[in-house]
T-cell receptor
Framework: DSGVTQTPKHLITATGQRVTLRCSPR?????VYWYQQSLDQGLQFLIQ???????AKGNILERFSAQQFPDLHSELNLSSLELGDSALYFC????????????????FGSGTRLTVV | GNSVTQMEGPVTLSEEAFLTINCTYT??????LFWYVQYPGEGLQLLLK?????DKGSNKGFEATYRKETTSFHLEKGSVQVSDSAVYFCALSDPSEDSSYKLIFGSGTRLLVRP
């Protein structure tokens, strides 16, 4: 167990639907990062939150949104789903400065596999 | 913007062969560099990292040296085992670009080691 919990592990849904993916960061980590891993796009950074606020945005579609709650868990909302949204969605967490000595780096969850049919 | 390029896979080797997976990067600042490994059906695990030029990261027999002059961070292992079969990702983090510590990943290289 890495300390980062992602639920659900698997999700199958139909095109046009909306789903919510959940991530609980490792204890003490304030930053949460979302990544999408698909066969043709590799691992793409979607969005980062730090202590409830959006910190950086990557290749995230307008149909996707995220937020981080006061208890620091984060949710990624995917709407109007298309077949191409089928992917593995990873969450990672870190402290503010993960590269500092003793900063502990990043911890990844085991991912949510989304299948859109 | 920042980016990571790594060699296409799959790489197929026999057990005890020497492994090299090439990785080069483009960064506006002075990034930290990482290798992550993903075993089948699992998430990403940090394999090794280096935070400054000429640093050598090492773990489980794998090593990589941060080469600023060639903007490279090639992964090597002297003798691979079947259990090393996995997908390997090179990544960087460069907060000078947008104050974010996000990781930028390469496309991944699948390694298959045959007995």
């Amino acid at each position: 167990d890495s300390g980062v919990t992602q639920t659900p592990k698997h999700l199958i849904t139909a095109t046009g639907q909306r789903v919510t993916l959940r991530c609980s960061p490792r204890s003490g980590d304030l930053s949460v990062y979302w990544y999408q891993q698909s066969l043709d796009q590799g691992l793409q950074f979607l969005i980062q939150y730090y202590n409830g606020e959006e910190r950086a945005k990557g290749n995230i579609l307008e149909r996707f949104s995220a937020q981080q709650f006061p208890d620091l868990h984060s949710e990624l909302n995917l709407s109007s789903l298309e077949l191409g949204d089928s992917a593995l969605y990873f969450c990672a967490s870190s402290k503010l400065r993960p590269l500092d000595r003793g900063g502990d780096g990043y911890t990844f969850g085991s991912g949510t596999r989304l299948t859109v049919v | 913007g920042n980016s990571v390029t790594q060699m296409e896979g799959p790489v197929t080797l026999s057990e005890e062969a020497f492994l090299t997976i090439n990785c080069t990067y483009t960064a506006t600042g002075y990034p930290s560099l990482f290798w992550y490994v993903q075993y089948p059906g699992e998430g990403l695990q940090l394999l090794l990292k280096a935070t400054k030029a000429d640093d050598k990261g090492s773990n489980k027999g794998f090593e990589a040296t941060y080469r600023k002059e060639t903007t490279s961070f090639h992964l090597e292992k002297g003798s691979v085992q079947v259990s090393d079969s996995a997908v390997y990702f090179c990544a960087l983090s460069d907060p000078s670009e947008d104050s974010s510590y996000k990781l930028i990943f390469g496309s991944g290289t699948r390694l298959l080691v045959r007995p």
